[in-house]
């Protein structure tokens, strides 16, 4: 992969391969696309586009720029960051894809992750995308993640449709090794199986953890302790676990997040229907997730942490094992809502419990008594006459809030 003068990008960007020799993985689909792309120099094809899909850092986009590159054709891309609703591709994408270039070199229209149109701003963005193909005099090529989603249901029948594979571990050898000699860095063979290991066949992802390796200047230091250091946000926890299906990857996915335990459980629980859409698959990884609440539980109850094993090959091999139906595709994940709920709950049921404590002290009776012959009159007479709330507050000696919610039910 070539160098680029910017030294400041980073080395994914850097080391953006320039030349389809410079691509490893997927390369009978490559051939098909440029035989494909070739064909227009004749003919317009039945099909003018082509969906890739397939996960991240599977060289989709990366195999594209170098196509264009190769075969001298003016590359016009539309990315997720730009605004991509009905009225702008009606107009910017269609413009280009009608129109004929200035120079007369051919032109490859590309659409990144056609499967992020989403909510309103984007919407009737597919249908636009369809009258653009319909128009077009150029190739169209598209990217997209998720092969389930809805958003491709009308593309799949107008498109050429080719899926593109994890990156094998002799691809990526070859690509860090020659990345590292670039940038004149020394690295050990233990270190690039452990980043290609930690991948989950994500080139991309491999090449910053290659970064991140070589700038810390880190050689001396073991292996474990240098990725140990790595910390994974919560969104790149929840997708590298659930990309792999690898239960010692997963387990490593697990131990480099900065997510506790138990936030872990309620992440993993709050987002595991997305990726698991069978009857069969959600059975096996729910029941997976709750022998390993289990283990959680019995650990904090009696910190006994040699139980952390079991939590996590429960959640290695019972949930991320078993996704066997299902292919991984790219979602947006929601935050656990309900340990908000079950907390708020708990602060209601401590106001509550310190009132009765304190009725059952003053009248010599036990708390179920007093919530039956004292708290529920002295609620009414609340509800009757609101102003007497802080007498009572101050006889019990609690918070105000504590009686008044009470007092409203």
Same mark, same amino acid.
Request: proline residues 4%; hydrophobic residues 35%; charged residues 25%.
């Given at each position: ?13 850097? =080391? ?26 004749? =003919? ?19 195999? &594209? ?34 129109? /004929? ?16 149109? $989403? ?7 597919? *249908? ?50 020659? &990345? ?36 810390? *200047? ?31 990857? #997963? ?13 872990? &459980? ?23 997730? $709750?022998? #390993? ?9 009696? /910190? ?13 091999? *019972? ?33 509550? $419990? ?19 012959? =004292? ?6 007479? &609340? *509800? ?8 009572? #507050? ?6 105000? #809030? ?8």
């Amino acid at each position: 992969m070539m160098l680029v003068n910017n030294e400041s990008l980073p080395w994914p960007e850097k =080391h953006r391969p320039r030349s389809l020799d410079q691509i490893v993985g997927n390369l009978d689909t490559i051939s098909m696309m440029k035989a494909w792309i070739l064909s227009w120099k004749t =003919h317009i094809p039945d099909k003018r586009a082509i969906l890739l899909i397939g996960p991240p850092g599977t060289g989709k986009t990366a195999s &594209i720029g170098a196509l264009a590159n190769d075969l001298d054709m003016e590359l016009v891309e539309f990315n997720s960051s730009d605004k991509r609703n009905k009225d702008s591709i009606e107009t910017l994408v269609w413009r280009a894809a009608s129109q /004929q270039t200035l120079d007369g070199r051919a032109r490859i229209i590309l659409l990144d992750e056609v499967d992020g149109l $989403s909510g309103t701003s984007d919407r009737g963005g597919v *249908g636009a995308i369809i009258k653009v193909i319909k128009d077009s005099v150029h190739p169209i090529l598209m990217t997209a993640n998720d092969p389930n989603s809805p958003r491709l249901k009308d593309l799949y029948k107008i498109c050429h449709v080719y899926n593109f594979e994890p990156i094998d571990s002799e691809g990526m050898i070859r690509i860090l090794t020659r &990345i590292a000699k670039l940038n004149k860095a020394e690295v050990s063979q233990d270190v690039v199986d452990q980043i290609i290991e930690n991948s989950a066949g994500d080139l991309r992802a491999a090449i910053s953890d290659l970064e991140t390796y070589v700038k810390r *200047g880190t050689t001396s230091q073991s292996v474990e302790s240098i990725f140990r250091d790595v910390r994974r946000g919560t969104e790149e926890t929840l997708r590298r676990f659930f990309m792999t299906t690898e239960p010692k990857l #997963a387990r490593r996915i697990l131990s480099e997040s900065e997510l506790d335990h138990g936030s872990l &459980i309620l992440w993993l629980e709050e987002n595991l229907h997305l990726h698991f859409l069978s009857p069969e698959e959600l059975d096996s990884g729910f029941n997976g997730l $709750s022998l #390993a609440d289990l283990s959680l539980g019995r650990i904090m109850r009696n /910190q006994n942490w040699n139980l952390l094993a079991y939590m996590y090959d429960f959640l290695a091999v *019972g949930v991320a094992g078993s996704r066997t139906d299902t292919p991984y595709r790219k979602v947006s994940y929601s935050k656990p809502t309900w340990p908000l709920l079950v907390w708020q709950g708990n602060k209601s049921r401590d106001k509550r $419990s310190d009132v009765l404590t304190s009725l059952s002290q003053l009248a010599g009776v036990s708390k179920r008594r007093a919530t039956r012959t =004292h708290l529920d009159t002295i609620t009414e007479i &609340i *509800g009757i006459t609101p102003s007497r709330i802080k007498d009572y #507050a101050n006889w019990l000696g609690v918070d105000k #809030a504590s009686l008044k919610k009470r007092g409203r039910r």
